[in-house]
């Protein structure tokens, strides 16, 4: 019996938030900080996952955009 393929997807990115979704009034966990911390941990995730496949690394999934 061979051992089940590991699954280990590419992450993806954090979704930005939009100027709207901010009520603006200073809140200690704001969602543009909230989305840096989350783009900073995806750095991170991905660095780590290119790391694991470097025949991948630096490609970029079709529909990703930026």
């Known amino acids: 019996m061979q ?4 699954i280990d997807p590419r ?8 100027l709207e979704d ?8 704001c969602v543009f900080d909230m989305y840096q911390l ?5 750095a ?7 790391a ?3 025949a991948q690394a630096g490609a970029r999934d079709a529909g990703d955009s930026g």
């Not at 051992?3 to 590991?6: A, D, L, Q, T």
């Not at 992450?11 to 930005?16: H, T």
């Not at 901010?22 to 966990?29: A, I, K, R, W």
């Not at 991170?44 to 290119?50: F, I, S, V």
């Open 38 to 42: 989350a783009l900073d941990n995806y």
């Open 22 to 29: 901010c009520c603006g009034t200073g809140c200690v966990h």
């Open 3 to 6: 051992p089940s393929p590991v």
């Open 52 to 54: 694991r496949h470097p």
């Open 44 to 50: 991170l995730a991905l660095a780590a996952w290119e």
């Open 11 to 18: 992450p993806v990115p954090p979704r930005e938030p939009q």
